[in-house]
């Protein structure tokens, strides 16, 4: 296993390297905005200039860039945020807040995005050129191109507003009267199947490419040839040995997932990370809005780190 | 010799005739590509019901300003999408009626007894009266009954109506034989009171009714009318408040300037009618200042008589000693004069125009220039003042940018636009009423030329549009009053004449009922789609919108795929060192989590279409440059790119000539990807609120449709962009599968 543990070596070193370029950028791209807090404390009537100067050298906006570059690469790295320009609330507390909810309604979205679309996704490629087949692909296309938040806008009409099978927005409601997981379930289940709908497309094309790659192969006619049922053929034979690509996207397809948070929680005013990016833009609360940005390019950077060792170690060649 | 001389030459440089035939080869080679390609690529269904699709889209994008229903900056007019309720009565025709008039018994808050219309020609005066009622939404109306009908002498050219104590009506009548003029008084019923004889025919004219000072409990009116070089001035008390022994409340006196030509409008300014009072001459010389001189009795302090004193000051028309030209014309001349007299003060200037766009201020006590200015008004370059009134916190300036009509709040302190508050607005057209005050609204009503009817607040900021039914208004707006239930106010209401010849009269408090699902409304005007909140036809939007979706999603992938093949080539052609560190970008660049950094991206650019398609171009090569580098390392292998680089080629020459064609086919591949994408994206920046806000684009549609609050209710607006978006990015993407298939022949038996 040498081999594998230099393979690990070496991607942790390209991964952080990565995160260093990707950090750097993100401060630059911050430097860049046209618009700095202070200009929002000045929109204050309230607000004295030496009140402005004080907020202004409290959070160290006076300071010279080069100083600030630092500091800031070093609170990053040690998860030191600060606090909320705009709640006066330490970040990484409104943080961990916001974070378990997101990845509640979207790991739970693609879990449940992978097991359905696995199953459909190896039905459809066995039953090559049918009905099931030519819809489910061409609806599977056309979710695949349709903009998120329209679908998610969509069900809301649909399904909250129309038919009120669900809540319009939120995350929990006390005055639901429902105990509080349920009612959070509740809440989440519509922009779930949302974006489960979303998520699905993917997989169930991926799957099924992946499965016609199989069928073609000398085993699965033996299965067939000696008898086997056919559900057995399918799913034990033909779909095991499909779901290896499959599965090992689920990392990567997780992860980008909830870079995608921003415009769903928008829709659904569902109060996780993506919803607080949003907010802390146009609120030019700096520190919230660094801190997400950071935490989402983390879980991408670790997802995308995770599932190059799945690879490398399911697959010898990648680790040269 | 000679002959190999001529062969080199031949060699060297190729014929006219052997040019044509090698260009005649190119074309029939790529023609052939062409037809190859087609070939495989038809056996696509979905790919040819794609391309079908796009080229739908392209006509639309082309031809949308001849075929779509409306222009791209069409609003429904405002009969259609403001319901607020309205009555209107049909007027005999072929009659020349003033504007309409609110007639009031009460002084102070004008409740809106009774309407009435009065034509030039022929005196005919009709009076409607007018009572509350309730509207078809549950607010406030209004309903007219039955005429009366009044006779009046023929022939006003002034006529106004004075809502002071009691109520006045006056009618300035030129004489048949045309020599002088009279000012005619009636009272409220229509009962004669009174004529003053005007001497001389007026030019211009200035009415003040601002003597009311809940300070003195003492109301007055003043007049002044002015030739080319008279002025004449009457100042009155009502007379159904004469006392004992002070019968004649009326005063006048006049003024002439036999050398001096009057420019504009007399002003007479009030000083409370204590002493201090003054009347305002505005000549070709300058602005000459009279005081006014009030007697009093001695005991009760009535004023016994008001007559026009000594000049107290004159100045020239000059700003820091250059001459400069005043505007001319009825409303000149302004003292901001303020409603009630607490805001009054410090405000003690008098503001003219001049005809270069200037605004410049005197003193009304010492006539010295307090300030002058050139009012900035963002996005408006040249401008004229036309006119300028009063309110009680700015001085109105109402003037012209060539097309459009202009109204603007002046602060009356710096003469500035934007200090205070104060703002500015322009309109379809000139104005042809003065903004008047809408009491408890605090806000302003006038029309314009083009008979759309405008309520602007206090700074003239346009809330609210209106527009008569049968095609727009024909008189100028005018403000009747108000309407009283159980004490609180309920309902203002203006008038005006339509093109119909009706009487019309409508609440200022109405409803905007965009979005207007599809249908055919009042104005004729059928909405296919329907409208969105401000009136926009969807249909159009959707059409007009198809350019900017083609526009950013063709170039944003094509600059995307341009940057991506030249580092793909670059990376596979030369693997080392420099391949190495173009792999390393382009690792970070397919780590980075999109959607957000783009965000981030769009935030510090600034929102604009072409800034999108940059943000997108500089995030998204990273999938193809990957692709294009592994293609170039297994060309660069073959044996004609070493035979090129055996017979000496370059190495750019090997990049982009030998190797570069063969990498094309994937860059269109993915460049047809990459537009299904840009699209969306787009699309969810703009709807995220990092849209172009001066482009139409589907996702701007939807971000509208969004931050308007209409996202449950308006599915005729919620639903053809979201589907116009879904159908031209799965166009794409389905050429890009087809094509995929032309390009991947093992793609090919499935």
Redesign the interface.
Known sequence: MAGMSRYVAVRSI?TF??LL??LT??FI??E???AKPQDLLATTPNMQPSQIEYMVSLFGYDRPLSERYLSYMVNMLTFDFGISFSQAEPVSEILSERIPRTMLLFGGATVLAYLVGIYLGALIAWR?GGVLDGSSV?IS??F????????G??F??VFA?ELEWFP?TGWYDPTDNLPYVIDILWHVCLPMIVLLLLSLAGTVLLMRTAM?DVIGENYMVTAKAIGLPESKVLFKHGARNAMLPVVTSFIIAF??S???A??LE??FSFPGM?AL??DA??QLDFPV?QAT?YI??L???LG?FAADLIYGYLDPRVRI | MKTNDAVEDKAKRPDAKELQEASIKTFQRLASGFFVTWKIYRRSFTGVVGLGIVFGFFLIAVTAQWTAPYDADFKAPAIDTFIADYASRDLPTDVNWSKVIGLTSSIKERPLERVMVYSFEEGQTIVYPVTRGIGELGEIGIEIGSPTTYVLPSGAEYLDYAHFYRSFFFALCPCEDGSNATLMEYNYDFAYLREHEVPFVPLYHSNLWNGFSPLYQEGRLALAFADEHNVWMINKRPPEITEPGIDSVTFTNSLTFPNATIVGNPLVVDGDFTNGSMLLVPTDEGIKAYSLVLTRASLTLRVLDISIDKLEWETNYTIDDEPFEPVTGNNMLKFPYPYSPTTALGKEVVAVGSTDGRLVAFDRVSGNQTWWSKPILPGIREFDILDLYSSPDYIVMVGTTGEKGLIASIDPDTGRIGGNNSYFSTVDSYLNSEPQYVRGQYRYVFSTDMGTIYLATNEMKVNATFSAPGGGAVTPASFLGNIYIEGSRTGNYFGVINAEGALFVETLTGVNIAPLPPGTYPSGNYYPLGTDYEGHDILTQVMFGTRAELLVGVSAAFFSVVIGTIVGLVAGFYPGLVGELLMRATDVMLSLPYLVIMLLFAAAFGPSLFNIIIIFAILSWAGIARVIRSVTLTTRKRAFVDAARVSGASDTRLIFRHIGPNVIPYTFLYMTFMISGAIVTEAILAFLGFGDPNAITWGMMLQFLQISGHSLDAPWWLLPPGIAITLLSLAFYLIGRAFDEVVNPRLRRR
Do not use: K
Not at chain 1, 144 to 151: D, G
């Open positions: 390209q390297i990565t370029i990707i950028l993100i791209m911050f860049a905005l046209p090559r061409v296309l056309v695949y191109n349709m903009p998120s938040f329209w679908i806008l969509i809301l009409v507003s319009l016609l992860v980008f909830i870079g995608g921003v415009v928008n829709v993506g990016y949003i833009l146009f809005a940005l989402i390019t879980m991408v950077l995308n």
